[in-house]
């Protein structure tokens, strides 16, 4: 409904195990970013795309390893998490301008567990 | 880094009732925007503030920025049960759209 969709939408894995979270969005923005959402936490910013180029990335664990193999998607690489690690992950799009400050649509978010 | 304060944290209202966040840094703003969180949701975009003393008004909600663009609010009027969701200030912070969140506030609306 908001333009950006996410896979999948529930994700229960253990430490050991290696996973990837999906993002794909269908607004032709050239920013997209992934956000983590706890219950003992504001919404973090993780990592922030630009034009495919890795422009920030919030001092996060190595064991997150994004990519954006092109302007409409997202991936988010999951391996050897820890259970703190468990949350809701949302990935987010807005079109970047040199002056312009615009929203950020957001996707449904993927709930994770980490057991 | 940047931070910002909301408050309240959470809210309990009557239906009807009127209902008012704020949002306050320590350094001055370039700008803020306003997203609501329905349960089980995620956030969406409300509003966009860039000049100091800004109002803007949504139907019942109105938005306003502050004259030193260090707060900012949401209030409002006639609170409603479709109302009931987390409400986040979130300014942006050096280039790149990268945006601040608040804590959010949680408004809980009973009929």
């Known amino acids: 409904e908001t333009g950006v969709t996410q896979t999948p939408r529930h994700l229960v894995m253990g430490m050991t195990n290696k996973k990837s979270l999906k993002c794909e969005q269908h607004l032709g923005h050239n920013a997209m970013y992934w956000y983590k959402q706890s219950a003992k936490k504001p919404l973090e910013l993780m990592f922030v795309?630009?034009?495919?180029?890795?422009?920030e990335n919030n001092s996060v664990p190595s064991r997150f390893s994004p990519e954006c193999p092109n302007s409409s998607h997202l991936f988010l690489h999951l391996h050897t998490l820890q259970p703190e690690d468990s949350a809701l992950y949302l990935c987010a799009s807005s079109q970047e301008g040199d002056y312009a400050y615009n929203e950020q649509f957001f996707g449904p978010g993927t709930r994770l567990t980490v057991l | 880094g940047q931070q910002v304060m909301q408050i309240p944290q959470y809210q309990h209202v009557q239906e009807g009732e009127d209902f008012t966040t704020y949002c306050n840094s320590s350094?001055?703003?370039?700008?803020i925007q306003w997203y609501k969180q329905r349960p089980g949701g995620h956030p969406v975009f409300l509003i966009q503030l860039v000049k100091s003393g800004e109002v803007k008004k949504q139907k019942r909600l109105t938005f306003q920025f502050g004259e030193a663009k260090k707060n900012s609010s949401l209030h409002i009027t006639a609170t409603q049960t479709t109302d009931v969701g987390t409400y986040f200030c979130a300014p942006f912070s050096g280039g790149y759209n990268k945006l601040i969140f608040g804590a959010g506030t949680r408004l809980a609306v009973h009929p």
């Open positions: 350094t001055t703003l370039s700008n």
């Open positions: 795309y630009s034009l495919e180029e890795r422009v």
